[in-house]
């Protein structure tokens, strides 16, 4: 089962396909989740998720606009998007019957 | 950092310095990704600073959950470290006893040996621990990797300090109007020449130790033959002292029995065991991927 975090990056990185390095998934977790995204959170995660063989990375192209750097490219794999989406179904399947806004506004 | 946009103020540019010099510490690959993830981010210093500080921390806690970083602690910085601190004292202390009184009055100083012999003792003895020390070093940083700076740091204190703070501790010494930065001072400055030749035998051990990791079998088996040949040779020759003051006390004396003068140098010895047990393995697995 995964970690909340590791399902944003699968997630980030499967909508960012080809475009899916470092950066780019720092910025759609951010833009997602409106909280800031360490790189040492992001980095040790897309470790393990390689570890556990649901992504690949490779260095890719340096760049003008990262100072000359290569970026780490990330490739979710086909057990990575299985693992996603069970994930997904989880959450679903156990948000079935409530309603969060509902709560909130009751909480209010 | 190249590629930054302005970067302001002085504290500013001291951030991104910090940055440069701490992602050091990173593979060189993540280095170069994390940098240009920084860069094209745009966070301001002190946020890509915190970024930084917080992955190598997490590396650093990552390295130490691996056996090899608690064996360099263990076994090189405790097990060697300590006998290895003691023998670099008594040599120190016996080479410049002996350099005083021939400077002094142009006489050897008197050991109950000949000087022939005091001479053999401390030149068998100094070859010993630059093979020694370079051994350690060399098994300190092919274990410890990214851990180096805290293995390291740990072993030169130990080799340098461990005897004076036991002598503190059993009241053979006492510091008396003691200063802490004269203290710290003497703590991790090497206040020899003898030493510190001794600590850079170490230095040159472990960075090739971090970069090589194994040694080619046949360079171990040299290395073997050469330790276990000094460390017979000191052995024996520390008895001579041992022997000498047993004739010069009648018997009153009694000195360290052949296994309790072996045992320290069989103990800062062991790394080389590890050396050969690795060179092995890395020859088998040769032989089977050839095959």
Not at chain 1, 37 to 42: D, E, K, Q, V
Request: hydrophobic share 50%; net charge positive; glycine share 8%.
């Amino acid at each position: 089962m995964l970690g909340e975090f590791e399902y944003l990056i699968l997630s980030a990185a499967a909508r960012l396909h080809d475009d899916a390095y470092g950066a780019a998934i720092r910025h759609e977790i951010e833009e997602a989740t409106r909280r800031h995204c360490s790189i040492g959170a992001l980095y040790t995660t897309l470790d393990r998720l390689e570890t556990k063989g649901l992504i690949k990375t490779w260095m890719g192209d340096p760049t003008p606009q990262r100072g000359g750097r290569p970026k780490r490219m990330v490739r979710v794999t086909a057990t990575g998007i299985r693992a996603a989406s069970d994930f997904y179904l989880v959450v679903r399947r156990v948000s079935r019957g409530v309603s969060w806004e509902a709560n909130r506004i009751a909480v209010r | 950092m190249g590629g930054e946009p302005n970067r302001g103020p002085m504290m500013t540019r001291i951030f991104w310095r910090l940055v440069d010099i701490l992602s050091r510490m990173l593979d060189a690959d993540e280095r170069q990704a994390v940098r240009g993830d920084l860069a094209e981010s745009g966070d301001c210093a002190g946020m890509a600073l915190r970024d930084v500080l917080g992955l190598i921390a997490r590396r650093q806690i990552g390295i130490w959950k691996q056996w090899q970083p608690w064996l360099a602690l263990l076994g090189v910085v405790c097990l060697a470290g300590v006998p290895l601190s003691r023998i670099l004292f008594r040599f120190n202390v016996d080479l410049s006893q002996q350099w005083m009184a021939y400077q002094q009055y142009g006489v050897h100083f008197g050991t109950l040996l000949t000087p022939q012999r005091d001479m053999a003792f401390l030149l068998c003895l100094a070859v010993a621990l630059l093979v020694w020390l370079w051994t350690c070093g060399f098994v300190l940083g092919s274990l410890s990797g990214r851990a180096i700076w805290f293995t390291g740091s740990a072993f030169y204190l130990m080799v340098l300090d461990s005897t004076w703070v036991r002598f503190a501790l059993s009241g053979n010494i006492i510091l008396r109007n003691a200063g802490l930065l004269r203290l710290f001072v003497a703590a991790t400055v090497p206040l020899n020449i003898a030493t510190l030749l001794f600590l850079l035998s170490g230095l040159c051990g472990a960075s090739l130790g971090m970069h090589r990791r194994v040694l080619p079998l046949r360079a171990v088996y040299v290395l073997a033959s050469v330790i276990t040949i000094l460390t017979i040779l000191t052995t024996w020759m520390s008895g001579w002292y041992e022997t000498a003051h047993e004739t010069w006390s009648a018997g009153a004396w009694r000195g360290a029995s052949l296994l309790m003068r072996l045992l320290p140098f069989v103990l800062v010895s062991w790394p080389v065991a590890y050396l050969l047990a690795t060179a092995k393995r890395w020859t088998t697995t040769d032989k089977e991927t050839a095959t």
